[in-house]
């Protein structure tokens, strides 16, 4: 694969874990504070748990990170942001290293 062909394929992968990232977090986090002000059952739905199991999966290797650099603090607003689009860059990048290597392995055979 070229490397511009990587890069772009590393763009679109990455875009897309982005979206897919904030929305499941929005998702779990919507469904959660809607059962918190309601102070309704604290059973989680099978919408809520997915979306929550999603979202966890996807921020990783960021949520580790951060956890251990800024304990008891969130850190800055624009290095937040800034650490959430760089996660969604090496998601993007490994994936796009994995179809790569996959397709030039298919190729080979």
Not at 1 to 21: C, K, N, P
Not at 40 to 59: K, Y
Request: zero cysteines; proline letters at 2%.
């Amino acid at each position: 694969m070229r490397f511009g062909s990587f890069l772009r394929l590393t763009a679109i992968l990455s875009a897309v874990h982005f979206v897919l990232a904030l929305s499941s977090f929005f998702v779990a986090f919507s469904y959660g504070m809607e059962r918190f002000d309601a102070a309704t059952s604290m059973d989680q739905g099978l919408l809520e748990a997915t979306a929550s199991a999603v979202s966890n999966v996807l921020w990783q290797p960021l949520l580790a990170l951060w956890n251990a650099l800024f304990v008891g603090h969130s850190g800055p607003w624009l290095l937040q942001w800034f650490a959430l689009a760089l996660n969604s860059v090496i998601w993007g990048a490994m994936l796009a290293w994995a179809i790569a290597s996959a397709k030039s392995y298919l190729q080979a055979k």
